[in-house]
C-alpha cells in the first residue's frame, strides 16, 4: 500500500527554521514529481513547491520563494522541504504529494494540485 508520511512539524519562533521531510512506502520517490502543499486555516489549500522526476526542475510560490528548499535524497526515498525566515503566514498543515501525470512544466503540479497520492500532513506552527 502507498503511503506518504510527512514529519518535522512543530512550533517555531518568527525566523525561525524547520526541516520537513516527506518518507514514501511502496513508491520510488524519483519516479515521481513531488510536491509540498499547504493549507492554512480557513484558507485554500496552496501549492508551494513541486521537484521534477525528469530533470529535477523545480517551482516555488511567490510565498515561499528564496525562503523555502525543495530537494531529494533518493537513497533515503525522502523529499525535504528546508523551510527559513519563518513567518507567522506559514502557518498551516503541510502535505506532501506524488504525481504521476504528465507535466508540461512542473508548475503545473503546483498551480494545479496534481498530486496522485497524499500524505496526510504535519502541522507547522510559527508564533512567537
Known amino acids: 500500500q502507498v503511503q506518504l508520511v510527512e514529519s518535522g512539524g512543530g512550533l517555531v519562533q518568527p525566523g525561525g527554521s524547520l526541516r520537513l521531510s516527506c518518507a514514501a512506502s511502496?513508491?520510488?520517490?524519483?519516479?515521481?514529481?513531488i510536491g509540498w502543499f499547504r493549507q492554512a486555516p480557513g484558507k485554500e489549500r496552496e501549492g508551494i513547491s513541486c521537484i521534477s522526476s525528469s530533470d529535477g526542475s523545480t517551482y516555488y510560490a511567490d510565498s515561499v520563494k528564496g525562503r523555502f528548499t525543495i530537494s531529494r535524497d533518493n537513497a533515503k526515498n525522502t523529499v525535504y522541504l528546508q523551510m527559513n525566515s519563518l513567518q507567522p503566514e506559514d502557518t498551516a498543515v503541510y502535505y506532501c504529494?506524488?504525481?504521476?501525470?504528465?507535466?508540461?512544466?512542473?508548475?503545473?503540479?503546483?498551480?494545479?494540485?496534481?498530486?496522485?497520492?497524499w500524505g496526510k500532513g504535519t502541522v507547522v506552527t510559527v508564533s512567537s
Open positions: 504529494a506524488a504525481s504521476t501525470h504528465t507535466l508540461s512544466t512542473i508548475r503545473a503540479m503546483c498551480v494545479l494540485h496534481l498530486g496522485s497520492f
Open positions: 511502496a513508491l520510488t520517490l524519483d519516479y515521481y514529481h
